[in-house]
């Protein structure tokens, strides 16, 4: 390993926020064979497995902050997305579109961002508000691990957050790509990937 002299990391660093990227109504809704954005195997029950890290966190007291991708209808804030292997996706006037409220419990008073590109720092008012929060640690759940999770890891990072993400409750456009992107995320932080069961302990056990 070329870093012999890195510090190891809590799983949580400071006061922390459970950010849930993109678990918006398709991923219940549409059983569609083919979608306009790949899923992997199993999808949608890791989805449905990050509402136990959204209950723990509430149990916590830490901030839930749920990020959710919306285009214009006159698709004109699409930029260079539908370059690659994405059709048109997650237009404001689709039911299909909304959070998931009722599978993550999404509450009239939760924290919501809305990003019209992967990121959820990007163009967004996101970062005024973790700072508002004081926060200093983002545990990532959401969809896809490859996109719109690593993309917004990255950017974490850069802005020099600790960044967990919880590798059972992330999903990715295929399980390679998946796998690639959580290898990716280890790269940058050490210890970056977490399972659900330490993160639930750890939110218990500050919250005792």
């Known amino acids: 390993m070329a870093n012999a002299q890195k510090t190891p990391r809590a799983l949580i660093e400071g006061r922390a926020a459970l950010i849930v990227i993109d678990i918006q109504a ?7 064979a083919v979608r306009s954005i790949d899923n992997m195997p199993g999808y949608k029950d890791r989805m449905l497995r990050a509402r136990t ?7 916590a007291d830490v901030p839930v902050i749920f990020v959710q991708e919306v285009h214009h209808p006159s698709m004109v804030d699409f930029g260079r997305e539908l370059d690659g292997d ?5 237009l404001e006037d689709n039911p299909a579109t909304a959070l998931a409220v009722a599978e993550m419990d999404v509450r009239p008073d939760d924290y919501i961002v809305r990003k019209r ?16 929060l004081k926060v200093d ?3 990532l759940v959401g969809g896809l691990t490859d996109v ?33 992107a959580l290898r990716a995320m280890e790269y940058l932080q050490t210890g970056a990937r977490r399972s659900l069961d330490e993160v639930v302990s750890t939110l218990a056990a500050q919250n005792g």
Do not use: M, N, W
Not at 26 to 32: A, E, L, N, V, Y
């Open 117 to 132: 590109r992967y990121s959820a720092f990007f163009g967004t008012d996101f970062e005024i508000l973790l700072k508002g």
């Open 148 to 180: 719109c999770v690593h993309y917004t890891f990255v950017d974490a990072h850069q802005h020099d957050y600790f960044c967990r993400v919880i590798e059972d409750c992330v999903a990715g456009s295929s399980l390679p790509a998946h796998d690639s």
């Open 26 to 32: 398709s991923t219940f809704i549409d059983d569609s």
């Open 137 to 139: 640690t983002l545990l």
């Open 53 to 59: 890290a959204i209950d723990a966190a509430r149990a």
């Open 86 to 90: 994405e059709d048109v996706h997650c």
